[in-house]
């Protein structure tokens, strides 16, 4: 049997070993520095193994809570941009799964209510048509053509308002989300005017998600907008970070800075002096608006370079 001894307190710097040998000892010096501790090393073991385990688990468990409430904050998104998202199934704590299920009946309540506008609109576009058809006819029988004209061009404004309050109406509409180069559509959006004076800059190989008959709507009334009161309309097309940015500047009279948010409200106009404002009832620049908003964006009025209208749409990257 090994018989020692340790002094660890007489001297600083240094441990008093001495170990039995017969019936004397061995005496040793040596350095603390030189000394470690097994069991501060399995303390330390034992502290942070557990510890390392805890984090592990606590990390999965935050997870597993954090994720319901990612995919309901992604249905959200998708539903306020007006996509079409499949049943959404709450998981997860009982307070996520109660918000949950109350976001499928929000999201049910809005969608039989948006239904419900579209068949009546529908109905009053058949109601309305009807009667106006026989009121064209009627006016063929009128002597006088003077009047017959007048009560013509009401009938004809009528049913361009009737025509353009259905469109806006039906701008969100169940198109489904697909991604495309919004290049390449801004593109084949110019070439149908054939026009000269649209010229472009556009950066290649830009992909958005999004539905491409809204986006061709949006510029076409824009464009339609620019050519009503401009000469030359020049569209660019960039990205930044956090933006698809599309501007669209002319040179025509422009839109006085306070009436900049007023004409984005349905059916309103400035004035008369923009132009014959009886081709149009108000509605190019509200569904324009409601479009890009559709799908997350924003759309801002500003003066252009040549003293016109700029028109600036932000689309998510």
């Known amino acids: 049997m090994l018989v020692y001894w340790f002094d660890t307190t007489s001297f600083k710097d240094l441990i008093d070993l001495r170990i039995k040998y017969l019936d004397g000892y061995f005496q040793f010096y040596i350095p603390?520095?030189?000394?470690?501790?097994?069991?501060?090393?399995?303390?330390?073991?034992?502290?942070?193994?557990?510890?390392f385990l805890l984090i592990i688990i606590a990390i999965i468990f935050l997870k597993n809570q954090t994720r319901p409430i990612i995919n309901l904050a992604k249905a959200s998104a998708k539903f306020g941009r007006g996509e079409?998202?499949?049943?959404?199934?709450?998981?997860?704590?009982?307070?996520?799964?109660?918000?949950?299920?109350?976001?499928?009946?929000?999201?049910?309540?809005?969608t039989r209510h948006l239904n419900q506008r579209s068949e009546m609109l529908s109905g009053i576009s058949h109601d309305l048509r009807t009667p106006l058809t026989r009121i064209k006819l009627q006016l063929a029988f009128i002597k006088d053509e003077s009047i017959s004209k007048k009560l013509s061009y009401d009938v004809q404004e009528m049913e361009k308002m009737l025509n353009e309050y259905l469109q806006f109406a039906s701008?969100?509409?169940a198109e489904k989300t697909e991604t495309f180069d919004i290049g390449e559509l801004i593109k084949s959006v110019i070439i149908k005017y054939d026009n000269l004076s649209i010229t472009s800059e556009i950066?290649?190989?830009?992909?958005?998600?999004?539905?491409?008959?809204?986006?061709?709507?949006?510029?076409?009334?824009?464009?339609?907008?620019?050519?009503k009161?401009?000469?030359?309309?020049?569209?660019?097309?960039?990205?930044?970070?956090?933006?698809?940015?599309?501007?669209?500047d002319d040179d025509g009279s422009g839109i006085p800075k306070k009436e900049h948010n007023n004409v984005f409200k349905p059916f309103y106009k400035i004035d008369k002096s923009r132009g014959d404002a009886k081709s149009s009832v108000g509605l190019g620049l509200s569904i324009a608006s409601d479009i890009v908003r559709s799908h997350g964006g924003d759309i801002t009025l500003d003066k252009s370079p040549q003293n016109g209208l700029r028109v600036k749409i932000f689309f998510p990257a």
């Open 32 to 51: 603390k520095e030189r000394v470690t501790s097994t069991s501060a090393r399995m303390f330390a073991l034992w502290i942070t193994l557990p510890a």
């Open 84 to 110: 079409n998202i499949d049943e959404f199934r709450p998981s997860g704590a009982l307070e996520i799964r109660q918000a949950g299920y109350e976001f499928n009946k929000m999201r049910k309540r809005i």
């Open 171 to 173: 701008s969100r509409s």
């Open 203 to 227: 950066t290649k190989h830009i992909h958005m998600d999004g539905r491409k008959n809204l986006i061709i709507r949006c510029l076409n009334n824009l464009l339609n907008n620019g050519l």
């Open 229 to 248: 009161y401009a000469n030359k309309i020049n569209i660019q097309l960039n990205k930044s970070n956090n933006h698809i940015v599309i501007t669209i």
